[in-house]
């Protein structure tokens, strides 16, 4: 095995478990992810929110297991970058503001600013997916 593919390996299982653990609180409580993405403003209304809320933790999940597992990484690794895409443009469109339930990267929290540093993680989770679908 060369240095590439244990290098790609390791950038897999680390991608895969950052999805990972990031979907567990969504999954546990809905409800209250739902209550971060409406703090977003993107979404006309709570039963849209709510459904959202809903998906987007099994999705993580999904994404996360499959590209720690190599079954259709590619295709996980590209809904991944899609999914990141999404959050990076909600993130910019609150920058610098205090969001009341945080920024809901790893469930809920309490009131947070969206700073540069969690923008910042984002764009670099965003780049080593790519990486990883590139190679």
Do not use: D
Not at 84 to 100: D, G
């Amino acid at each position: 095995m060369s240095l590439t593919n244990i290098i790609l390996q390791i950038s897999s299982f680390i991608a895969g478990f950052i999805y990972l653990k990031s979907s567990l609180g969504k999954i546990k409580n809905p409800y209250a992810f739902s209550k971060v993405i409406e703090s977003y403003k993107f979404l006309p209304t709570n039963s849209i929110t709510l459904a959202s809320a809903i998906l987007i933790g099994p999705l993580e999940l999904t994404i996360g297991l499959l590209i720690m597992t190599n079954i259709y990484r590619e295709e996980a690794l590209f809904c991944g970058i899609c999914l990141q895409l999404f959050f990076i443009t909600l993130m910019i469109k609150r920058y610098n503001q205090v969001l009341p339930f945080g920024c809901g990267c790893f469930g809920l929290h309490g009131p947070e600013k969206i700073t540069l540093n969690k923008l910042a993680f984002n764009i670099l989770y965003t780049c080593i997916l790519s990486f990883i679908l590139l190679f």
